[in-house]
Every structure is written in structure tokens, then in C-alpha cells.
Nanobody, 119 residues
Framework: QVQLVESGGGLVQAGGSLSLSCAAS????????MGWFRQAPGKEREFVAT????????TYAESVKGRFTISRDNAKSTVYLQMNSLKPEDTAVYYC????????????WGQGTQVTVSS
């Protein structure tokens, strides 16, 4: 079992920035693909960004490309999401998720952190 704990959410004005962190409880973190997802009120959860185990491959949703940056520090078992130029439509609960080696799905999820962007 892996525990993922997100932090860094909050309230920010449009155009501002926030940085999210997600700390994992297992040293095997370095073998996991990590992802960030979000869910806005009344909407389905959507993909935001993903980073490979080594950090060498990164993919973003079109809606955040150029504004958000995903990164990881395997020595700290932590994945980050730097969010710049935030928009009201970025308001959501943000979740990090882990996909262990050999799996095709994200099977470990954090509890989520609220990000609210005011206009």
C-alpha cells in the first residue's frame, strides 16, 4: 500500500501561481509513473499531467500546457505541480496518483487538495 499526501492548495487570484506537492510513503516511488488529476464541482475527474518514473517523459492536458509544470524528486519521493497564470476554470480538487511499474492504471490516489482561483 502506498500513501500519497498532497499539499499546497489554496485560494489565489486569477493570474496568480500555486505550487502543489505530493509526498509518497514508499521508497519504490522512483519506479512509479506519477500523475496529477483534478475534479471541478459537477464535473468528472480529468487528467492534468503525468511524468514517467525517471522524469524523462512528461505529458500535459491541452488546457494547462504552457502554464503548469510537473516535476519529481525521487530522493524525496515527491512529485510537484507548479501552476502559473491560473484561471478561474482551474478551480478544482487536485489529486496526485501513482501507477506502479507493470500496471496500466493509476492505482494509488491521494486525498486531494482544493485549488480555488478567483476572478
Amino acid at each position: 500500500q502506498v500513501q500519497l499526501v498532497e499539499s499546497g492548495g489554496g485560494l489565489v487570484q486569477a493570474g496568480g501561481s500555486l505550487s502543489l506537492s505530493c509526498a509518497a510513503s514508499r521508497r519504490s516511488f522512483s519506479s512509479y509513473v506519477m500523475g496529477w488529476f483534478r475534479q471541478a464541482p459537477g464535473k468528472e475527474r480529468e487528467f492534468v499531467a503525468t511524468i514517467s518514473a525517471s522524469g524523462g517523459s512528461i505529458t500535459y492536458a491541452e488546457s494547462v500546457k504552457g502554464r503548469f509544470t510537473i516535476s519529481r524528486d525521487n530522493a524525496k519521493s515527491t512529485v510537484y505541480l507548479q501552476m502559473n497564470s491560473l484561471k478561474p476554470e482551474d478551480t478544482a480538487v487536485y489529486y496526485c496518483a501513482a501507477q506502479p511499474a507493470g500496471w496500466s492504471d493509476y492505482i494509488y490516489w491521494g486525498q486531494g487538495t482544493q485549488v480555488t482561483v478567483s476572478s
